[in-house]
């Protein structure tokens, strides 16, 4: 597996090179003031938070790629394991369901670890040959037997407790701040067992068998009813901030509104999003300084000389897969955070929009476009790419709408591109990747 | 006990859905594996090219259907089918010409391709979306059934019907000629041999005087007729929608490493591992269970492995597990 990120070779250092972080940080910081003129100090705000989410998510895919050169593409399945984290700690348990056949699946749940420990010891212990497979196959397959009898009715039991409202186990009901670390911790320990065993496999070989884990905790998550309700979604998930409504409520804050001269609903909603920045961005500085630190310590330039050269790096005594799972470990905890972040922010769970193209490939555009090794890159580029998918809608509408007036009247084209500007986003991303892997390998911020 | 009434049940609900299936994603592999074995990276815009093919198939059969032209009992897409071919090639070989060689040129590493066919997938998926939008698109027209159910029951006197769609019967026949006139193409005539050749030594194949752009185009002129084959027999069967032939990236990238990335023989094996394997770990086999067995002794459940939902978690099981067990492939493939 000899992964090389960098297609070209090392540009000579510029004597600009220190002015280019600060100029670019302010060319986004206009941009996005700009947008909130044009748009509405709300619209611009809700895209700046989305947008911290996102940095942090870049954040995490850098140090997978930028720094060891790993290749993840199941980014979605780590963002929708912070998600169901925040479900699983924040939402109140639900009671009855616990009653009805919670203990069931706990025990299911035991016995299918059981069975796995057993096909791993049973594979460990016995010698090579026909006898090991065939007894694998028939523990596995009685283990699998078993393990559904107790849990399938457990689950059915669950899952009919008051379907339309609840119908699963609820979470632990504690503040749902405490999600946030918990979905780290829940993505970190996916990370680790896929990590044990798809590291040892080449590049594009673990390209797509993290594709497929991603695939997998998805559908987990979208049909497992009794764990998160599936697709029926879990709405009204506690907010760590006070929300629209109750500011509006809230006397004291209408008052101060006032006084500066607000009407109570949109400051309410202005303050609402500013209480989630200020969390977010305190989030965001403690992810950056840590992965700053990690990058400039011995351990950062061990990883990234494994990244350059592994042969070299594991001659000089150093452990490639160790060091690999350690950083895919990391990585994948911060892509756990920022979903647990993700799903907070929206106040629901809805499995069904967790899309591969939007939440695993758009992560990696933002990732090359801002340049992978780099953090300030990542962070820019987590901030320009969600920028530029949300402003592409409007935009292409716009330019589709001065098209059409062009084109005669009731045209076939005409009726074509009305509907059109909803897939300008794709061929957006799609060409801008394409011209930054051509004519800047490096990105936008390279790294140093 | 009645084992005719469940080797009809089993041939109707797994054997012959599973073997369409295994068929249309065997196709899908080998246009996989041949851009692995020339161009030597994962080709993640694979799905997308199959998805192009079958719009401009598609808009070319209502052009048809429109002017009046049908192909008798056979789907009109049959008659189209040359046309989109041809416009996947060109695509194809312009996104060869303006993107992958600049690459090519500079030897890059694979990963960065892969990442470049990254970006190449968002814009597919963009314009087969502008072209024919989301929604799904049902373009089969000719005759449904070869063998219908109740025609079936009628004439055989079993209690259980066997359904074998014209769909299915064309997806196979389509499929078995694809692959015999590839099998020809690469192993009698010297360009194949040429392309062979390239594919297991490339410095050898140059030194010997093989121009690597015509073996790389006449690759993509191959993957070009496969995908659109692949992705046009997948909508006659099902219906044609962009996203779910994205998702299809999944089984056919699965069914090309477990055959092994590079082998055309493997990457057909795999395509029928993976499809029957889906069919049999998430089919129902109670009705089954229920005629093998003496009276009296049926099953209560459903005698489901796995429920529908996670055919996928299948095809990536399996795959995890000949990847840890076999890195290259059941059929030995090449590894870079």
Known sequence: MTSVPRATSQAAPRAGADLRIPLLYLAMAVLL????????????????????ISAIMALGVNLQWGYAGLFNIGVLGFLALGGLATVLVAMPPVVEAWEAGGLRVMAGLVLGFVTILGLVQIWKRMAPGRARTWSMIVFGVAGLLVTRWVFDPGVAAVEAVSPASTGYLGGLGLPVLLAWPAGGLLAAGAAWVIGKTALGLRSDYLAIATLGIGEIILAVLKNEDWLARGVKNVVGIPSPVPQAIQLQ?????????????????????LWNKILYMGLFAAVLLVVLVLAQLALHSPWGRMMRAIRDNEVAAEAMGKDVTRRHLQIFVLGSAVIGIAGAMMVTLDGQLTPGSYQPLR?????????????????????????????????????????????????????????????????????????????????????????? | MEPLNALVVFLNFVFIPAAAYGAQLALGALGVTLIYGILRFSNFAHGDTMAFGTAITILVTFALQGAGVTFGPLPTALLALPVGI????????????????????????????????????????????????????????GARFVIDARGFREATGLAEGLALRSTQVITLVTAAVAVALLFWFLNRTRTGKSMRAFSDNEDLALLSGISPERVVAITWIIVAALATTAGVLYGLDKSFKAFTYFQLLLPIFAAAIVGGLGNPVGAIAGGFIIAFSEVMVTYAWRKVVAYLLPEGLEPTSLLQLMSTEYKFAVSFAILVIVLLFRPTGLFKGQSV
């Open chain 1, 33 to 52: 003031v700009v947008t909130g003129w044009i748009m509405g100090a709300n619209y611009a705000l809700t895209i700046v938070n989305m947008g911290l």
């Open chain 1, 249 to 269: 409520n809230d006397p004291d804050f209408v008052a101060r509104a006032a006084q500066l001269g607000y009407d109570p609903v949109t400051a309410s909603t």
């Open chain 1, 359 to 448: 939440y695993t490939f758009l992560i990696w555009v933002m990732v090359i476009v801002g340049g992978s090794g780099n953090n300030w890159g990542a962070i820019l580029g987590g901030f320009l790419i969600w920028w530029l998918w949300v402003v592409v809608e409007p935009l292409g509408r716009w330019i589709f709408a001065h098209l059409i007036g062009v084109l005669p009247e009731g045209s076939w084209l005409a009726g074509h591109l009305a509907g059109a500007e909803a897939h300008m986003r794709l061929l957006t991303m799609g060409v801008l990747l394409l011209l930054v892997l051509r004519f800047s390998p490096r990105g936008l911020i390279p790294e140093r």
């Open chain 2, 86 to 141: 041809a416009a996947t090639a060109l695509l194809v070989l312009g996104t060869d010409r303006s993107v992958y060689r600049f690459y090519r040129e500079r030897k890059a590493a694979p990963v960065i391709l892969v990442i470049v066919s990254m970006g190449v997938m968002f814009v597919m998926n963009g314009i087969v979306r502008f072209i024919i939008g989301v929604e799904d698109v049902v373009f089969t027209d």
